[in-house]
Nanobody, 124 residues
Framework: QLQLVESGGGLVEPGGSLRLTCAAS????????VGWFRQVPGREREAVGC????????AYADLAKGRFTISRDSAKTTVYLHMNNLKPEDTAVYYC?????????????????WGQGTQVTVSS
């Protein structure tokens, strides 16, 4: 069973940057799309963006455009979420998820395996 682990979260000041990492056990993420989502307790989960298994295919939610970038390493074992110009409203638990496609509507139900999440707190 595919298991995903996120890392890289932490406390950062407004305007700062973080890079989150999503790593997978077993066969890794070579043939899977990976999405990033976030959730604040008491609020609905939000989509951040996704990257397909094929090079060059991405989708981003409006909240991420211009500030967040998703990439994957050449071995396709790890996916990254690069976050710049972070704002206090970006504070949330961030999750990565693996599925069979990266679609522009960024639906959570398209992803079949989820990590446990990593906390990102943006505060001065």
């Amino acid at each position: 069973q595919l298991q995903l682990v996120e890392s890289g979260g932490g406390l950062v000041e407004p305007g700062g940057s973080l890079r989150l990492t999503c790593a997978a056990s077993g066969s890794g993420l070579a043939n899977l799309a990976v999405g990033w989502f976030r959730q604040v307790p008491g609020r609905e989960r939000e989509a951040v963006g996704c990257i397909s298994s094929d090079p060059g295919a991405y989708a981003y939610a409006d909240l991420a455009k211009g500030r967040f970038t998703i990439s994957r390493d050449s071995a396709k074992t790890t996916v990254y979420l690069h976050m710049n110009n972070l704002k206090p409203e970006d504070t949330a638990v961030y999750y990565c998820a693996a599925g069979y496609g990266c679609y522009s509507d960024l639906r959570a139900q398209d992803y079949r395996a989820w990590g446990q999440g990593t906390q990102v707190t943006v505060s001065s």
